[in-house]
């Protein structure tokens, strides 16, 4: 239905009520005035007849007919009224006129035949002598109770016509001055009612449109001024409630983005309704694209599709290992896990998915069974030369002094380098288990002291190659440091600079302080290392020529200590070289006052 505003609806009713109400006053006040105004008329007519008849009536007895038609038009002139005398037999005695002469009978005029019953004819008609319509009041003229005339008077209808048209004029302009004063003044009235309600309305829709701060005014009349305080209150609370909402909806996002797992919920119909920042960035999608789409049409990873389906088929909590696509250290790994969401009646209407990233575990456990299956390797290599040799000096090599001296030669060296290994790995396991905390336990020291320390401990193996080993630092330069580890650290790094250098060559440990750090770098001129081992040299048991590290008594833990103990001083290690030219390995230890 076509809406329109109350005004409208209202006020042409108003309008037509007051109209019709008017125009009926109006009509009915103009039939009563015209009833009125003819019975007074005829009281007039009569009373004039009376007059007229009283003045004629001594001349009807001397039948000076010729007078009595002057005396009527003398009593006309001054009456303003026609006058005409009939005798009993219907000739017309005296007219103020016309000529009586010249007139026909008037015996038969409905008004004279009343008249000449005794009663007051009265009659509006057409009169043929004066050729209009006229009104006539004839009475009957008596002597001796007997009726000797009859005395007519009569006025035209016209001009009672202008009376009354006259009179119906003002009346429509009086009506109609009323109608626009009523109009005006119902329009008035009806804009004080609508007003306050436009007002309200318009403060309802700032309340849909959000705004509820504002409130609306109350006016004075009594049922609207209730609705706009009951809008008001309703305003107010659910301010207060979208207000909670708000909050609350802060708190679930804020606890959602601050977990560390991924999260995300369906609908019965598959359809996300909710996924925090984390779930987003594991399956690489956009939180606002994503929200309302069904799972099918965001994700394409078979199986997280496949577990999810899983998961909304079944009443249990449903776990598993995902493993992403990808290849090499992009590869990721989720522990998914999916629990029934339900409703207020315990009616399953979705699920909720927790995505934990589990690639660091997975890593780790894989480096822990590379470390142990390198750990037996490495073991197994001196262990079974130790045990072959001791059996071949028992089958009989023992009774050969120059097999027995082999032999006892080769358990010596595989010892040392068993021992070796195992020194190393319970450094690297102390080194772990004393700074399970990056930076616990450093003092401050001065470094010039760990650099004397360290080229001292190499100063054997320096001679025996017969490398040469300089070093230069500034001896006052301190630093935040665990100088056991410190020193281990440069020894290594000192120790495979003799290794991997020819004799004669020189090896070279510097110290430098950029701004923020303290930079100790060790140079050799030996072997050097192609650029492709750079990046793995620190790893664990990595070695660029195997063969060699084994027979300089290496275990391919020495750079992995080093790593260690830099990363424990919250530093980092950095290498540069070139094959046949020599290698710079650094450690960079951050300056701290
Ligand atoms: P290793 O005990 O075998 O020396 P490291 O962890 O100390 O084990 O070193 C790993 C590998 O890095 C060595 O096997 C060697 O090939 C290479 N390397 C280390 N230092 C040097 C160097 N100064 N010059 C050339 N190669 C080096």
Not at 141 to 156: F, G, L, S, T
Not at 202 to 230: K, Q
Not at 353 to 363: A, C, E, G, Y
Not at 428 to 456: D, H, P, Y
Request: charge should be neutral; glycine fraction near 6%.
């Amino acid at each position: 239905m076509k809406r329109r505003p109350l005004f409208w609806k209202v006020y042409p009713y108003y309008f037509l009520v007051i109209f019709i109400s008017l125009l009926l006053v109006a009509l009915y006040g103009a039939r009563e005035m015209k009833t009125l105004y003819i019975s007074q008329l005829t009281s007039t007519l009569e009373a004039r007849a009376r007059v007229a008849e009283r003045l004629l009536k001594p001349l009807l007895n001397t039948n000076e007919t010729a007078r009595l038609d002057r005396e009527c038009k003398e009593i006309a002139k001054v009456s303003n009224t026609r006058i005409t005398v009939v005798d009993v037999k219907g000739l017309v005695l005296g007219d103020s006129h016309e000529d009586p002469l010249s007139m026909e009978s008037h015996g038969t005029r409905p008004e004279i035949v009343l008249a000449y019953g005794g009663e007051v004819g009265v009659k509006t008609r057409y009169s043929n002598t004066r050729q209009a319509n006229m009104m006539y009041v004839a009475i009957p003229v008596k002597q001796d109770n007997e009726i000797i005339a009859v005395v007519r008077v009569a006025v035209p209808v016209s001009a009672v016509e202008n009376i009354l048209t006259s009179f119906y004029r003002n009346i429509a302009i009086g009506g109609a001055i009323i109608v626009v004063l009523a109009a005006l003044i119902s329009m008035a009235v009806l804009k004080r009612l609508t007003d306050p309600l436009r007002e309200l309305r318009n403060g309802a829709g700032r309340f849909a449109a959000g705004d509820l701060a504002t409130r609306l005014p109350v006016p004075t009349t009594e049922e609207i001024a209730d609705l706009s305080e009951s809008m008001n209150k309703m305003a107010e609370q659910l301010a207060v409630r979208i207000k909670t909402i708000a909050q609350q909806r802060n708190e679930r996002e804020a606890i959602l983005s601050s977990m560390s797992e991924g999260i995300v919920a369906l609908d019965a119909d598959e359809k996300i309704v909710l996924l925090n920042r984390v779930v987003a960035g594991f399956l690489d999608l956009d939180i606002a694209e994503s929200r309302g789409k069904t799972f099918y049409e965001v994700i394409r990873i078979p199986s997280v599709l496949e577990f999810v389906e899983r998961a909304m088929h079944s009443s249990d909590i449903a776990e598993m290992e995902i493993k992403m696509p990808g290849s090499g250290a992009s590869v990721k790994y989720f522990q998914a896990r999916a629990a029934a969401l339900k409703d207020s009646f315990g009616e399953k209407v979705g699920v909720v998915v927790v995505f934990n990233d589990i690639t660091r575990l997975k890593k780790l456990e894989s480096i822990r069974r590379d470390f142990v299956a390198n750990v037996s390797h490495e073991l197994r290599t001196p262990i079974t030369a130790i045990t072959g040799s001791v059996e071949t000096l028992l089958d009989g090599a023992m009774d050969n002094s120059d097999d027995r001296r082999r032999f006892l030669d080769m358990i010596a060296r595989h010892s040392d380098r068993l021992n070796n290994l195992i020194k190393d790995l319970l450094s690297l396991a102390q080194i772990e288990s004393e700074t399970e905390q990056i930076g616990a336990g450093l003092t401050r020291g001065r470094v010039s002291n760990v650099i004397a320390s360290s080229v001292m401990a190499c100063q054997e193996k320096s001679r025996l190659h017969q490398v040469d080993v300089s070093y230069s630092c500034d001896p006052n330069l301190e630093a935040n440091i665990n100088r056991g580890q410190l020193e281990q650290a440069i020894t290594n790094l000192i120790d495979n600079a003799i290794k991997y250098s020819n004799q004669g060559s020189t090896v070279n440990v510097e110290v430098t302080s950029p701004v923020d750090e303290i930079v100790i770098s060790v140079q050799d001129k030996g072997v050097g290392i192609a650029e492709e081992h750079l990046p793995r040299l620190f790893e664990r048991f990595y070695r660029v020529d195997e063969a060699r590290s084994r027979d300089a008594g290496g275990t391919g833990l020495g750079l992995a200590i080093v790593k260690h103990v830099a990363v424990t001083h919250k530093g980092r290690v950095s290498v540069d070289s070139l094959p046949g030219k020599g290698s710079s390995f650094r450690i960079h230890l951050p300056r701290t006052q």
